[in-house]
Nanobody, 126 residues
Framework: VQLVESGGGLVQAGGSLRLSCAAS????????IGWFRQAPGEAREGIGC????????YHRDSERGRFTISRDGGKDTIVLQMKNLRPEDTGVYYC????????????????????WGQGTQVTVSS
């Protein structure tokens, strides 16, 4: 399994960014995909996820309404659309995948995920 994030960059507060997570190697099996942020000096935290078996998407309350996760058509690409960005959204954004053995809903805990991308830096200036 390989995951490649793209779309990060420098943006002013109030701006928008669209991050993509291109996944490969699933071989037709269901994987859940999560989006995570690691702010400087902080632990990595989940901000939303996609359940591979049924397409359900979960957004963490703190970003609900500003961040939207979606699947890019029929591709194995999960998009994180971010709007109205704030300086506190600054960090490295990662996507990760876990094999969904029992069609369970995706979870936000990083420990559940086995495969990680390299991350993409998002910097929001005030």
């Amino acid at each position: 399994v390989q995951l490649v994030e793209s779309g990060g960059g420098l943006v002013q507060a109030g701006g928008s960014l669209r991050l993509s997570c291109a996944a490969s190697g699933f071989n037709g099996e269901h994987y859940n995909i999560g989006w995570f942020r690691q702010a400087p000096g902080e632990a990595r935290e989940g901000i939303g996820c996609f359940t591979g078996s049924d397409g359900n998407i979960y957004h963490r309350d703190s970003e609900r309404g500003r961040f939207t996760i979606s699947r890019d058509g029929g591709k194995d690409t999960i998009v994180l659309q971010m709007k109205n960005l704030r300086p506190e959204d600054t960090g490295v954004y990662y996507c990760a995948a876990e094999k969904n053995y029992i069609d369970s809903a995706c979870l936000l805990g990083p420990a559940y995920y086995d495969h990680w991308g390299q991350g993409t830096q998002v910097t929001v200036s005030s």
